[in-house]
């Protein structure tokens, strides 16, 4: 373990049982959850730095079932949301109804929503018109919620992890740009192999949903955090990100031919920032107290290919933002 670092001896000593938790976490999940590896990481890593994420996938990819799952391995208060064409903010956030009190005068009560969560679950957010969409963004950015001029704090941790069905188009609302901007990571959830696949055939028509352990607690998580974010990024590699970042930019001068060819806009001061997080979570992960270009350019994909619009020209010559991506790391090399 590198301990090149100003980390307090409790934060040094907290960090290096990171792995050890990912390991039993992970070991938790995989009573019910086969495959998904990857996904399966990512989702730990955003968790350490307090990050929302989206996972896209077909139906039958077990994204619900790997929330819930995370939710009673962590001991956190879940919540779902099933969004829908007919969904209101206020089937969110919650709303002021006017009671009547035992001496007669009437007041305004709040009754709070499904937002009020530990793990919230957006399932299908797609599928709500912008305007319910928008009840999340005072949520996701500041983890509080506005409600007839009254400013409620949510619960500490709070994160959104959403879903999206990326094929099925008739009756979806695309996410504005700001609310995609919210989301840490985008994690594209695929098919499992023939292996696994014949495995959850055999487990999922045999046995109901197994038990899982409590692997941490909603406080044990939040010190997590703060440790996390006190890992250091040498000023290389915050440069290298921010380069990178901005060399997504079509119109910044320094931008690669490609860039300039096929996005039409780049990504946000956000990404920087998630990037230098996610690599924090990642050299943990690795057992290092400081960050390496290799964990930001690990990241890359996940934090960049919900930020990046592709132009016309990019779906003519089926160039995908992923495939752009992963130019752009090889280039930065």
Avoid at 74 to 95: A, E, H, N
Wanted: aromatic content about 6%.
């Amino acid at each position: 373990m590198n301990t090149d670092t100003d980390l307090t001896p409790e934060q040094v000593k907290l960090l290096t049982t990171v792995k050890a938790t990912y390991e039993a976490l992970a070991g938790e999940l995989k009573q019910r959850i086969i495959g998904q590896d990857e996904v399966v990481r990512d989702l730990f890593v955003a968790l350490m730095v307090q990050g929302h994420v989206l996972m896209v996938g077909v139906p039958g990819l077990a994204k619900t079932l790997i929330v819930r799952s995370l939710a009673e391995i962590l001991d956190l208060r879940f919540q779902r949301i099933q969004f829908t064409p007919d969904l209101m903010p206020s089937d969110v956030t919650g709303t002021e109804i006017l009671e009547q009190s035992g001496d007669g005068n009437r007041e305004f009560r709040f009754v709070a929503g499904p937002v009020f969560a530990n793990l919230l679950l957006a399932d299908e957010i797609n599928r709500t018109p912008p305007k319910t969409q928008a009840a999340l963004l005072e949520a996701m950015q500041e983890r509080r919620v506005t409600v007839g001029g009254t400013t409620y704090p949510l619960p500490a941790p709070f994160f959104v992890l959403a879903t999206e069905n990326p094929i099925e188009q008739e009756g979806t609302y695309p996410l504005p740009e700001a609310q995609m901007d919210r989301f840490m990571f985008n994690i594209q959830v695929t098919y499992p192999s023939r292996a696994e696949e014949i495995e959850i055939l055999q487990q999922t028509t045999r046995d109901g949903a197994k038990p899982v352990k409590k692997v941490l607690s909603g406080k044990d998580l939040l010190d997590l955090q703060q440790c996390v974010r006190q890992v250091i990024v040498p000023a290389s590699v915050a440069e290298y990100a921010v380069d990178l970042v901005q060399s997504t930019r079509p119109t910044s001068g320094t931008a690669p031919d490609f860039i300039q060819k096929y996005l039409q806009w780049g990504a946000g001061p956000r990404a920087s920032q998630y990037l230098a997080l996610a690599g924090k979570a990642l050299a943990v992960l690795d057992g290092r107290f400081n960050v390496a270009r290799e964990d930001v350019a690990a990241c890359a994909k996940l934090v960049l290919r919900h930020r990046l619009i592709a132009n016309y020209r990019a779906e003519a010559d089926q160039v995908t933002v992923d495939d752009l991506v992963d130019k752009l790391v090889a280039h930065a090399k």
